[in-house]
């Protein structure tokens, strides 16, 4: 038997896993968007004293009132059908910000990147924190360094994570306004600090949309502009640390526990009886068992990280996606909160928004399973 005939029967179960998991997709994504439908569309609209009849979801001419079950039923469906329909099809209609009409797309490329170049270094220095933290405190459980993770991790639990995100800023303010004679709030420098460099380079755009990519990071780089860089990386770096001072508190809970039932597990007890090192055993054989719940950890507290980055984007009044998504879904129930409005589609744009996080969620979710099972094939659970 050839070696690649041998390992066939071991893909077998990976296959297998792969295929019910894209199966269950489409149900996840349907259901998920309903309950988006439900909680976006349709109690705003219960909610408002405009629409006194639920004949508004469809646009068809009745007048039967929210409290006939016989006439909201049949207008919540044919409406989620159409808002899922579009949704799928790319039809997100356009949207207007004050008097500037655009499509819903033309947004998403002026505010999305924002929200893209924040997540990343969030969520790295989140890996970056926590692996090691969860590993060195799960091995020697109840260890003066575990008491302080888990102190450290219950702390950042119990304190409201808007707290966090609003007084860390402080912290470094009167630093970054020393070292760079700018504000610490907002995704690109101030109007002062443009004054004080040339004046607003013309690759930068109004509401802070920048060309040619829409990451400003990069395209500071392809310009040359060095100062413009700095700046902007400084700032980031100390929004992503607010972040992961709040995500990886929620992150530990998962992580340490999952290290504390392998440090027990007979192959590494074994391994310490035939003389191997702790350390060699802590970062060569638990570090990639580890790795595996670790990738599984991340996919499951990943909606906690969105939701906490559209906080922090709020908190430092950046011009990413999440203070849109979250002024105009409270402006659905009678909020004043921003100008925004939608038309051409039965969708809006936070819909949109909510839409593409969740197809990432879960395309994150199967990668990071699959990637587990890879990792550690051993691994006999598909969530932690």
């Not at 309950?35 to 976006?40: E, K, R």
């Not at 989620?80 to 329909?85: E, K, M, N, P, Q």
């Not at 220095?125 to 993770?149: E, M, N, Q």
Request: charged share 10%; glycine share 10%; aromatic share 16%.
């Amino acid at each position: 038997m050839t070696a690649e005939a041998a390992r066939a029967p071991a893909r077998r179960p990976l296959l297998r896993f792969i295929g019910m998991r894209l199966g269950l997709f489409p149900a996840q994504l349907l259901f998920i968007l309903f309950i988006l439908y439900f909680a976006g569309t349709v109690l705003p609209a219960a909610y408002n004293p405009g629409t006194p009849t639920p004949c508004v979801l469809t646009g068809a001419a009745c007048s039967c009132p929210w409290s006939s079950f016989t006439c909201v039923a049949p207008n919540v469906l044919q409406g989620a059908g159409r808002f899922i329909f579009d949704l799928l099809t790319g039809n997100w209609g356009y949207s207007y910000y004050g008097v500037d009409v655009q499509s819903s797309v033309h947004w998403l490329q002026w505010w999305l990147p924002h929200t893209l170049q924040l997540a990343f270094f969030g969520l790295a220095l989140s890996a970056v924190i926590a692996y090691p933290l969860g590993l060195k405190a799960g091995w020697r459980p109840g260890r003066p360094f575990d008491a302080s993770v888990r102190i450290g991790s219950a702390t950042a639990l119990l304190l409201p994570s808007l707290i966090v995100l609003f007084l860390l800023p402080f912290a470094f303010y009167g630093w970054f306004q020393n070292a760079f004679g700018d504000t610490l709030y907002g995704s690109l420098p101030g109007v002062l600090w443009y004054a004080n460099h040339g004046g607003q380079p013309n690759w930068v755009g109004v509401a802070d949309n920048t060309s040619p990519t829409g990451f400003p990071l990069i395209d500071s780089l392809l310009h040359g502009d060095l100062p413009f860089f700095v700046n902007v990386l400084v700032r980031t770096l100390i929004q992503a640390l607010a972040i992961a001072l709040v995500y990886v508190g929620i992150f530990l809970r998962y992580a340490r526990y999952s290290v504390v039932g392998l440090s027990t597990a007979p192959s590494f007890t074994a391994a310490k009886a035939r003389g191997i090192s702790d350390r060699t055993i802590l970062w060569k054989h638990v570090g990639r068992r580890y790795l595996a719940l670790y990738l599984l950890a991340f996919a499951a507290t990943l909606p906690a990280y969105v939701v906490i980055q559209s906080f922090a984007e709020i908190a430092y009044s950046d011009q990413g996606i999440g203070p849109i998504v979250l002024f105009q879904f409270v402006s659905g129930f009678g909020g004043a909160f921003g100008s925004f409005g939608f038309f051409g589609s039965s969708t809006e744009l936070y819909s949109v928004v909510v839409f593409l996080l969740v197809v990432f969620i879960l395309s994150f979710s199967l990668v990071a399973e699959v990637l587990a099972r890879l990792v550690d094939p051993t691994l006999g659970v598909r969530r932690l």
